[in-house]
């Protein structure tokens, strides 16, 4: 039995290691990536820009994780093409690597538009330790004033927070109405843009990028879509990320928007499994298969994989978006649905912008599906799980936005059903 | 692996654990000197009082546990007895965890950035919290050991109801 795994994007391929070896500890497996690092959470490039994390912290797991765990790490090779038939996969080196059980884990590939200019120096995407190695060359080469993060979604508010904390001006330039369009409603996204603002971020909305210019091949203004000139000498794409499915384009894997899936997480294609933000897996909110890439599901995936291919059979439940980001200071969380997409839908919240402090609960047929928190975050995790359990908040929704809300205010059955074993209460 | 029970019918909702806890995670370790801390020393269990209830909520060390799988820093991690536990030096305060933790036991310490949770006190033979309890409403012992206690006091119950129905 060999197991391989492409990529090292550290939550799907390091929970399904995890998850292969509590079953199976002789068979080999063998991790290819076309990244040199061991495996590193990539959501830590921000911090790493900011300074706040040294290279040393940026892995997920000890130095020794693959070693013990006895995982032929191949780092720094791409893999180029998937056979099904032969069970193979062929490196850009031409060489054939032969498996048992393949996963999928090539997570997403950031989008980087067509724009006039994009090939200037000082244009960077953010996604991958290289980028942040990249942008911090160019930053040590050059005087950087100003800088533009095209994209106010969750990645580019933490471009610019690391930006902001290196003393640079930013502007943000977001295409939608709002800043944090996709996983906030527009209060919360006026109480984040104005605590930005007030940290000296400028803010552009309903506008985009539409030309860069520069001189001496290196970046040095945009020209906006509404001809508003930014001049700037770093610019960042962050306008999110898209299944990275190259590598099965054209197999008999099938594909949707990411890698389709059953609920083992195996592909079209038997023995053959697909996990993390190329994975096209179930959202128990929206109630379809569709991508989400955030963490929490990632190492899930991972590991329900990882079970599934080392012959103990897991299914897989489903999750749903969910992000917690503190953006310069201001925790924010958002949770499942938070703006409903039509009538028939209830909204709890306790909204308090001189504070900063927002919290909205979404309820549809007595279950909560979504929920925002920006500054009082303590005990979301409760609200959260009583999505996740599809709980009728029924009697005691109520008590949901207390300012002493707990465990308590929930039913006896579901305080018993979520703790195991005889004779534990809560 | 031991962990940490309670009987619910005993708690008082004093708080007692809550102080003993907060003081033992302080760089002192003494009431008197941790008061004055800065930041000040942050406790890891939730004596709930609400509902005409006291119920006091302790990290379950869940497997899998949901803070762990949501930890994108690889800051928390289960060690070899099966305890729950983060590491302040790879934490970068994103609050993954107290997202994901559905007792809401998961708390911060924001002036370090740091997420805060139960060690089950690991240089303590039993942990502050239970020492601390004045009515032993919390208990440190095997799952076993302890659930056969709550048998045996249940079926002490039902004889004695028996006795006094016959």
């Given at each position: 039995m060999k197991y391989l795994i492409i990529g090292n994007s550290a939550a799907a391929a390091v929970g399904a290691i995890e998850a292969i070896r509590s079953q199976d500890r002789t068979n080999p497996i063998t991790v290819i990536s076309d990244?040199?690092?061991?495996?590193?959470?990539?959501?830590?490039i921000s911090y790493l820009l900011a300074g706040q994390v040294s290279q040393e912290n940026?892995?997920?797991?000890?130095?020794d994780f693959y070693e013990n765990n006895r995982v032929e790490a191949r780092l720094g090779e791409k893999a180029i093409s998937v056979d099904p038939e032969s069970k193979s996969i062929t490196l850009e080196t031409g060489e054939k690597l032969f498996f048992d059980k393949l996963l999928l884990a090539t997570g997403g590939t950031p989008i980087f538009p067509e724009v006039e200019g994009r090939d200037l120096e000082g244009v960077f995407t953010f996604t991958r330790w290289d980028d942040v190695q990249k942008i911090m060359e160019f930053m040590a080469r050059n005087r950087i004033e100003k800088a533009v993060v095209v994209g106010g979604g969750l990645i580019g508010l933490k471009a610019t927070e690391a930006l902001v904390e290196r003393g640079i001006k930013v502007t943000v330039v977001e295409?939608?109405?709002?800043?944090?369009s996709i996983t906030f409603d527009h209060k919360a996204a006026a109480m984040v843009e104005g605590y930005l603002k007030e940290r000296g971020v400028n803010i552009i909305t309903d506008n985009t990028v539409s030309l860069i210019k520069g001189d001496n091949s290196k970046v040095e203004k945009v020209i906006l879509k509404d001809q508003r000139e930014v001049p700037c000498q770093l610019l960042i794409f962050a306008i999110g990320v898209q299944p990275n499915v190259d590598l099965v384009r054209g197999t008999s894997i099938r594909v949707n928007r990411g890698i389709v899936v059953n609920k083992y997480l195996e592909t079209s294609v038997p023995d053959i499994y697909a996990a993390g933000d190329v994975a096209e897996a179930f959202d128990l909110v929206m109630g379809i298969d569709r991508p989400i890439p955030i963490w929490p599901s990632a190492y899930i995936q991972g590991t329900v994989a990882g079970y599934n291919m080392a012959g103990l059979p897991r299914e897989y439940g489903g999750w749903f978006a969910m992000n917690s980001v503190d953006i310069c200071g201001l925790p924010t969380i958002s949770v499942g649905?938070?703006?409903?997409?039509?009538?028939?839908y209830e909204i709890l919240e306790d909204h308090h912008p001189q504070k900063l402090t927002y919290r909205k609960i979404v309820l549809k047929d007595e279950l909560v599906v979504g929920a925002i928190f920006i500054g009082k975050i303590d005990r979301a995790g409760i609200i959260t799980g009583l999505i996740k359990d599809r709980?009728?908040?029924?009697?005691?929704?109520?008590?949901?936005?207390?300012?002493?809300?707990?465990?308590?205010?929930?039913?006896k059955e579901y305080r018993k059903h979520m703790v195991s074993g005889v004779g534990v209460e809560v | 692996m031991k962990e940490i029970f309670v009987r619910l019918n005993r708690c008082t909702g004093c708080h007692s654990c809550q102080l003993a806890c907060a003081v033992e995670h302080s760089?002192?370790?003494s009431l008197f000197a941790a008061i004055t801390e800065t930041p000040r020393p942050r406790y890891r269990l939730y004596v709930e009082l609400g509902n005409g209830e006291k119920v006091p909520l302790l990290c379950r060390h869940c497997d899998p546990a949901p803070c762990l799988e949501a930890c994108m820093s690889g800051a928390i991690y289960r060690d070899e007895r099966g305890v729950v536990l983060g590491r302040d030096q790879s934490c970068v305060g994103c609050w993954n965890c107290m997202m994901a933790c559905p007792y809401g036991v998961v708390g911060w310490q924001k002036e370090r950035r740091i997420a805060v949770k139960c060690d089950l006190c690991p240089d303590l033979e039993v942990p502050a919290c239970v020492k601390a309890c004045p009515t032993k409403a919390l208990v440190y012992a095997e799952a076993e050991e302890f659930t056969g206690g709550v048998r045996r006091a249940a079926a002490g119950v039902i004889a004695r109801a028996a006795a006094a129905g016959g």
């Open positions: 990244e040199p690092y061991l495996a590193y959470s990539r959501p830590l940026m892995f997920y797991r000890e130095k295409l939608a109405d709002r800043i944090l649905l938070t703006v409903p997409p039509e009538d028939g709980v009728k908040v029924s009697g005691f929704k109520q008590h949901l936005l207390r300012e002493d809300f707990g465990l308590v205010w929930l039913p | 760089a002192s370790k």
